[in-house]
T-cell receptor, first 111, second 112 residues
Framework: TQLLEQSPQFLSIQEGENLTVYCNSS?????LQWYRQEPGEGPVLLVT?????EVKKLKRLTFQFGDARKDSSLHITAAQPGDTGLYLC???????????FGTGTRLKVLA | DAGVIQSPRHEVTEMGQEVTLRCKPI?????LFWYRQTMMRGLELLIY????????DSGMPEDRFSAKMPNASFSTLKIQPSEPRDSAVYFC??????????FGQGTRLTVV
């Protein structure tokens, strides 16, 4: 069974601080996605990474796929209250549309 | 585009009753997914369809759960009979290309 563990589970920080969220697995994935989910809404796709070692940036968010394609990280610079939400990673397997979601990191950024 | 539309947004039902959740995918998307989200188990894929045909239903927890997609613009997830442990938020998502899924707002189901 493929599992994606995220850490930390919960994170509460002050506006302006930096943070990193991790997504780890013992399985190799062909692609790795990050989503943000706000209360009462469905997850919204932020980014997809497909190559080992790949780094993508989305404004203040930096995403990295591990060299072995088993792990990923999300780094947020100068966090803002609008970054508050549940961050989910999801691993995809080649040849299938099936994505396995991680356990989630609930982030709260205080003004 | 209105996005993926789910109904109802909230459903409260008594144990043993039949529950039907509905989903209208984004027009033109040929993949449709049903997920369940709980605090304990996170977001789990139940079943997905391609061109209205079920491709993988290995995530459907029990025979009490069934899903249909009679046409490209409509899908249902049915639970019969419902149990308190089925309480969760159920999401429908649709996709046109690999890895680009759009989620609906979900249906919060409470079985008492």
């Amino acid at each position: 069974t493929q599992l994606l563990e995220q850490s930390p589970q919960f994170l509460s920080i002050q506006e302006g601080e930096n943070l990193t969220v991790y997504c780890n697995s013992s399985s190799v994935f062909s692609s790795l996605q990050w989503y943000r989910q706000e209360p009462g809404e469905g997850p919204v796709l932020l980014v997809t990474v497909v190559t080992g070692g790949e780094v993508k940036k989305l404004k203040r968010l930096t995403f990295q796929f591990g060299d072995a394609r088993k792990d990923s990280s999300l780094h947020i610079t100068a966090a803002q209250p609008g970054d508050t939400g549940l961050y989910l990673c999801a691993g995809g397997t080649s040849g299938t549309y099936k994505y396995i979601f991680g356990t989630g990191t609930r982030l709260k950024v205080l003004a | 585009d209105a996005g993926v539309i789910q109904s109802p947004r909230h459903e409260v039902t008594e144990m043993g009753q039949e529950v039907t959740l509905r989903c209208k995918p984004i027009s033109g998307h040929d993949y449709l997914f049903w997920y369940r989200q709980t605090m304990m188990r996170g977001l789990e894929l139940l079943i997905y369809f391609n061109n209205n045909v079920p491709i993988d239903d290995s995530g459907m927890p029990e025979d009490r759960f069934s899903a249909k997609m009679p046409n490209a613009s409509f899908s249902t997830l049915k639970i019969q009979p419902s149990e308190p442990r089925d309480s969760a938020v159920y999401f429908c998502a649709s996709s046109l290309v690999l890895g680009r899924a759009f989620f609906g707002q979900g249906t919060r189901l409470t079985v008492v």
